[in-house]
């Protein structure tokens, strides 16, 4: 059969458009994709677990994990940290494993640079005003917070220029379909391996 | 919602590769795609209809269609010509509609050159003994034809470089499947509307 290696899927989006959700969704329904969790400096939200959602680290630690060159790539948003461990990402990809990552969009840039063979994926709300009630109804951020948050918004929404694909995330099972079939077209891309293919048939020659 | 073009989907490969095959099950599962058909000089094969598989048309007729403009490509293969109309394609694409296309390599290198955006599929035997074990099966062509067609297999499958993507043909059911996602991710790539989807989120500003 054809060799690859994994596709490193990278999931971006504003606050409030689902990228969380749509993952989530996609892991349970396939057992075929890695989850890369990512370390962070922030308080966990309700609910969140420690080597679930994210690592949360203390700022003393990341730093440390930083200068060390332990990260794919880290960034700061606001006043937290936030990175992606890269030894156990590119074990899975060299052992032909997709692995699927949800980043903020300053993080997705780093990884493009050094990764660009990766499959950016950007989620959109249906509206700015649904984006809105989403984060305010998730009722994790203060009042300042939502503002801070939904006045980036529409320029993150810039930045759907530097990925591959976009998601409009109006409903969940609609959008993890979409993810799934870029993860299959992605498959079938000849880029992904022409001389594998040419070589296979040569070899009955 | 965004507005789009439909995408032009062309289909190539081996002889016997089941190219066919696969975009008449693709029509029967989803009437969104309307099927190019394609003018040729060639005789019809047992059960091929005028105007639903090919036109067959005189060779004089085709000749002064080439001089009329009247292809978006044309190629001879072996001793017979074969033709894409041009009018009604353009026409469906304009209104957003998905127009597949089988097509010889030649053709399809034609039509790339004039309408790069489309999304051009390769589809591949599972082996070259498959391949020839199909054409026999066929029962349609004469000895000399086979080992004609089964000799160009090879040369062939170097041209899937000029491709986007590669469907291994062993099973139909899941070729159907490849081609829907891929249709499915082609509608969500972000160069085919990125100024678009930015309008749309500064209108409700």
Redesign the interface.
Known sequence: M?NRKGLLLVVSGPSGAGKGTICKALLNKNDQIKLSVSATTRKPRNGEVHGVNYFFIEKEEFTKMIENGEFLEHAQIYDNFYGTPKAAIIECLEKGQDVILEIEMQGARQIKEVYPEGVFI?V?PP???ELKSRIVGRGTETQEEIEKRFSCA?EE??Q??N??????NEDIEKSV??V???I???K???TR??NN??DK??E??
Do not use: G, P, Q
């Open positions: 054809l950007f959109l509206s700015l005003e529409f929404i810039n759907i220029v990925y591959d694909y976009f998601i409009v379909n979409d799934e079939a870029i299959s077209a992605e079938n891309k000849v391996y022409k293919i040419i048939f040569k009955e020659l």
